[in-house]
């Protein structure tokens, strides 16, 4: 049974930064492809931050380019989401997921950014 737990969530003012983590029981390097997900408070839209897909290369959605950063430590089976200059709109829920025979997702930890 494949566990992933993520961290790193809180509370950030605008223009703060966060880095999340998600370790995953068995480590990371038998998935074909690793992500990030969020899902605004109130809300059951769950859409894809960042991806890292088979062959090494990331995949960012188009309002986070340029500001987050998606990275797994084989080593230390987790995966990394670095967030700099956060704004309100990046207030949700984050999930990690990672995809073998099925997908798996963590419980999800809470970014809220605001002032």
């Known amino acids: 049974q494949v566990q992933l737990v993520e961290s790193g969530g809180g509370l950030v003012q605008p223009g703060g930064s966060l880095r999340l983590s998600c370790v995953a029981s068995?480590?990371?390097?038998?998935?074909?492809?690793l992500a990030w997900y969020r899902q605004p408070l109130g809300t059951n839209q769950r859409d894809a931050v960042a991806?890292?897909?088979?062959?090494?290369?990331?995949i960012y959605r188009e309002s986070v380019k340029g500001r987050f950063t998606i990275s797994a430590d084989n080593a230390k089976g987790t995966l990394y989401l670095h967030m700099n200059d956060l704004n309100p709109e990046d207030s949700a829920v984050y999930y990690c997921?990672?995809?073998?025979?099925?997908?798996?997702w963590g419980q999800g930890t809470q970014v809220t950014v605001s002032s």
């Open positions: 997921v990672m995809w073998g025979a099925r997908d798996h």
């Open positions: 068995g480590g990371i390097s038998n998935f074909g492809a």
């Open positions: 991806t890292i897909v088979s062959g090494g290369r990331a």
